[in-house]
């Protein structure tokens, strides 16, 4: 397609279910990133793809979070054990890291409700 | 990456120019200025970007001093539409980089 595509766009689970988030990042792009944002707050960082490397956790805000990015295309974020504190929006970015500055374009996210 | 410093809030007419500053004093000399706004309930949208010349697009004009340590974001026709929160990143050329997003400001136009 031609932006970033992120399903599902609203998903709403019951405290202590697990979570599967879906980011199409745009063709080409080597670089993929996934942010949330919680109401009225400002993105935080969660995990960063670039091509085979090692992908960079470091925002991973516990261990109930993990994402995988397959054939250096699509990624998948999974919340297990979902809390009411995860409900917030899921952001998908890409990039091509060639591009000078790079810059990035953002998925329309996935709105997740945990109850 | 280069600090950026941004107003917090902003306001301006529909059909008046809205100029929206960035301090970026510790920007080095191959940073691009970026950047990008966040309507509510939207992921962030590119704007515009630049390195040293000013730049125009279909949507702003990027607006940069001469030693780089700030630049202005011009919409010239601001609409209700645009309002908006607006980020000004310096990200590093190149390599491995994750964008932090600050505050930025928040820009509401009003009739």
């Known amino acids: 397609g031609a932006g970033v595509s992120q399903s599902p766009s609203n998903k709403v689970t019951e405290k202590g279910k697990d979570v599967e988030l879906r980011c199409d990042p745009i063709s080409g792009h080597t670089a993929l990133y996934w942010y949330r944002q919680s109401l009225g707050q400002g993105l935080e960082f969660l995990i960063y793809f670039q091509g085979n490397s090692a992908p960079d956790k470091s925002g991973l805000p516990s261990d109930r979070f993990s994402a995988e990015r397959t054939g250096g295309s699509v990624s998948t974020l999974t919340i297990q054990r979902t809390q009411q504190e995860d409900s917030a929006v899921y952001l998908c970015?890409?990039?091509?890291?060639?591009?000078?500055?790079?810059?990035?374009?953002f998925g329309e996210g996935s709105w997740l409700t945990v109850v | 990456d280069a600090k950026t410093t941004q107003p917090p809030s902003m306001d301006c007419a529909e059909g008046r120019a809205a100029n929206l500053p960035c301090n970026h004093s510790?920007?080095?000399?191959?940073?691009?200025v970026y950047w990008y706004r966040q309507i509510h309930s939207q992921g962030p949208q590119y704007i515009i970007h630049?390195?040293?010349n000013n730049e125009t697009n279909e949507m702003a004009s990027l607006i940069i001093t001469e030693d780089r340590k700030s630049s202005t974001l011009i919409l010239p026709h601001a609409t209700l539409r645009d309002t908006a929160v607006y980020y000004c990143i310096a990200p590093p050329p190149g390599g491995s980089y994750i964008p932090t997003f600050g505050r930025g400001t928040s820009l509401i136009v009003h009739p």
């Open positions: 630049g390195l040293k």
């Open positions: 510790t920007i080095s000399g191959n940073e691009y």
């Open positions: 970015a890409s990039s091509l890291r060639q591009d000078p500055g790079n810059t990035i374009y």
